[in-house]
């Protein structure tokens, strides 16, 4: 068991932005000196939604970025999310590139 005590959030959150139960997603071969991160999943949320559109418009591409909250710290921030597939894949524990 990890040493929770000192911190910030252990509980899931929620999601300010769309007030979806935050979900933990693996972080530890991240460089984040944290074994997860909680993160919102929800593809309908406005933080998720507005950075499809911003990403194409400024950059192109297809990627937006997720809300999160860190565990220890209690930061909250936004991640890179390429797509649910991609976070779904990656932030697994184990393999990060499993079978097809
Ligand atoms: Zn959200």
Not at 10 to 26: G, I, L, N, R, S
Request: glycine letters at 6%; a negative charge.
């Amino acid at each position: 068991m990890m040493d929770t005590t000192n911190w910030k959030v252990t509980e899931a959150p929620t999601c300010p932005h769309c007030k979806t139960v935050m979900e933990q997603m693996d972080s530890r071969h991240m460089d984040w000196e944290s074994p997860y991160l909680w993160v919102c999943f929800n593809n309908e949320c406005t933080l998720f939604k507005k950075g499809w559109n911003h990403m194409m418009e400024s950059v192109g591409q297809l990627v937006s970025y997720r809300f999160m909250i860190h565990p220890q710290s209690g930061e909250k921030g936004v991640i890179p999310a390429f797509s649910h597939d991609y976070l779904a894949k990656h932030g697994k524990p184990g393999d990060p590139y499993p079978e097809e």
